[in-house]
T-cell receptor, first 114, second 113 residues
Framework: EAGVTQFPSHSVIEKGQTVTLRCDPI?????LYWYRRVMGKEIKFLLH????????ESGMPNNRFLAERTGGTYSTLKVQPAELEDSGVYFC????????????FGSGTQLSVL | QKEVEQNSGPLSVPEGAIASLNCTYS??????FFWYRQYSGKSPELIMF????GDKEDGRFTAQLNKASQYVSLLIRDSQPSDSATYLC?????????????FGKGTHLIIQP
């Protein structure tokens, strides 16, 4: 069974550009989370989907970030326009049933904004 | 702000010894606690979760929870070089607000052969 897949694995963009990160959760997982780790800081929650609905987006930093989950399958996280402080590793995680007892993380997208 | 604190390390432990990793949390109402292991450049991997005060054992791993003192620990018995990684403590906070995990910064563990 495939795990949580994220791509690209690395992205280097210039300030002001747009970047879209993609996450493919484990098949059948209704819960999908986005997290971010800025260098030197802890991993922080961004938002939570249940199927195609945003359950909680209280961790989204500002309105430059837009997450979608079309049809309750894969999810995208778009940053527009990107700023220097957006650099970090963006993790996606998915689960089915009790959300956190069997939460599987993807390997992350390393985003560098120059 | 609800926080989770961990000593960043590195914590160096000889092979075969017990590694003890500690974590404190600020939200007294927290009910769910998790330990993740993360190898460099890889994804966090859930090792254990614990909800009740006391000890929970799974193989070489034991999680300990003390809600009165607001700390949770992870013991690794018979440490192996393959246990060398960063260990992340995570908590589900109580009340409303973010329903994701609140993580500590992690403790870097090195098992010396």
């Amino acid at each position: 069974e495939a795990g949580v897949t994220q791509f690209p694995s690395h992205s280097v963009i210039e300030k002001g550009q747009t970047v879209t990160l993609r996450c493919d959760p484990i098949s059948g997982h209704d819960n999908l989370y986005w997290y971010r780790r800025v260098m030197g800081k802890e991993i922080k929650f961004l938002l939570h989907f249940v199927k195609e609905s945003k359950q909680d987006e209280s961790g989204m930093p500002n309105n430059r970030f837009l997450a979608e989950r079309t049809g309750g399958t894969y999810s995208t996280l778009k940053v527009q326009p990107a700023e220097l402080e957006d650099s970090g590793v963006y993790f996606c995680a998915s689960s089915q049933g009790t959300p956190h007892e069997k939460l599987f993380f993807g390997s992350g997208t390393q985003l560098s904004v120059l | 702000q609800k926080e989770v604190e961990q000593n960043s390390g590195p914590l160096s432990v000889p092979e075969g010894a017990i590694a003890s990793l500690n974590c404190t949390y600020s939200d007294r109402g927290s009910q769910s606690f998790f330990w993740y292991r993360q190898y460099s450049g890889k994804s966090p991997e859930l090792i254990m979760f614990i909800y009740s005060n006391g000890d929970k054992e799974d193989g070489r791993f034991t999680a300990q929870l003390n809600k009165a003192s607001q700390y949770v620990s992870l013991l690794i018995r018979d440490s192996q070089p393959s246990d060398s990684a960063t260990y992340l403590c995570a908590v589900i906070n109580s009340g409303g607000g973010a329903d994701g995990l609140t993580f500590g910064k992690g403790t870097h563990l090195i098992i010396q052969p």
